[in-house]
């Protein structure tokens, strides 16, 4: 690891966006560990949800925290279960998971150094509860470790299955419920990107469809309609963006890392398993290096 003031980036006509996914991130954590090891190097990183977590990994330049952030960490018995859930803390313990294992003596220590020393921009999408506006935060609301882990656990929160998190007087739900429907190209074509790098968590044929409850997220967010209706209708959104994805793939003007064969859901916590997610990741990313550095003009 080079001086955390030395730290340049490589590829400046390019935005890197990572797609969330829960769980399945396991797979795509091995991007980030690929990136990282052939030096490639984004000045311009979004994530929304699981995917900013790879952002930040990514940004910190570690790709031993990238991997055991979803495969080892699963093991760690305050990770959620059913009884944290009860609890009102979430079949994922988000609060600890996010807040509680980032400093150098805990469980999932973060270079926050380095993240803070790269010169990369970067946005962590998320979703305002209380008002329904989709919203990415910069490098601006990014700037202490408390901020950046409190942000990316907002961002990453499931509905229903973690709890909101209140910040900055608003109520935050998972970034996915945006106005992209979870892969955050809009931000980077509003930064004025033509070009995109973007790390996707579902195989090409994935079209997602409509909620299969929407009376329980009716319920659930009673105070807060707006999310219940993104929720509701997040599906046209993120099939929406997925298709312009595949357009401007065909043209050439975006490179998409699609995985072969998601092997595992966005709830996995079998470490078995995840860890065989993120090694099938990895053959595959290694297998298509030549073209990301062809695509990347390296």
């Known amino acids: 690891m080079p001086e955390a003031t030395t730290l340049t980036t490589n590829v400046s006509d390019t935005a890197l966006v990572f797609e ?139 509905p229903v299955v973690m709890p909101p998190v209140a910040l900055d007087g608003h109520v935050y739900i998972d970034g996915a419920l945006g106005e992209s429907g979870g892969i955050p190209l809009d931000a980077a074509k509003a930064d004025g990107f033509t070009k995109f790098f973007v790390v996707l968590t579902q195989e090409r044929d994935y079209v997602k469809g409509p909620t299969k409850a929407p009376w329980l997220f009716d319920a659930y967010f009673r105070k807060y309609p707006a999310a219940a209706e993104a929720v509701q209708t997040r599906h046209l959104r993120y099939n929406r963006t997925r298709n312009e994805l595949f357009e401007l793939e065909a043209a050439g003007q975006a490179y998409l890392f699609v995985p072969d064969r998601m092997v595992i859901e966005n709830g996995t916590k079998n470490v078995n398993q995840l860890a065989a997610a993120f090694a099938v990741g990895t053959a595959q990313a290694r297998r298509e290096v030549p073209r990301w550095r062809e695509f990347l003009g390296m």
Do not use: H
């Open 20 to 158: 969330g996914g829960g769980m399945r991130v396991a797979y795509t954590s091995a991007v980030v560990r690929t990136l990282l090891a052939e030096q490639i190097y984004f000045d311009w990183v979004a994530g929304i949800s699981a995917g900013s977590s790879n952002l930040v990994n990514y940004l910190s330049r570690d790709p031993v925290r990238a991997k055991k952030s979803f495969v080892e960490f699963a093991a760690d018995p305050n990770f959620g279960n059913l009884g944290t859930f009860l609890r009102g803390k979430g079949m994922f313990n988000a609060e600890y998971i996010y807040e509680r294992t980032a400093g150098a003596d805990q469980a999932l220590p973060f270079d926050f150094e380095t993240f803070r020393a790269n010169p990369a921009r970067r946005r962590v999408g998320t979703f305002e509860a209380d008002t329904g506006r989709s919203l990415y935060w910069t490098e601006d609301d990014l700037d202490t470790l408390t901020s950046v882990m409190k942000r990316v656990r907002a961002s990453s929160t499931m």
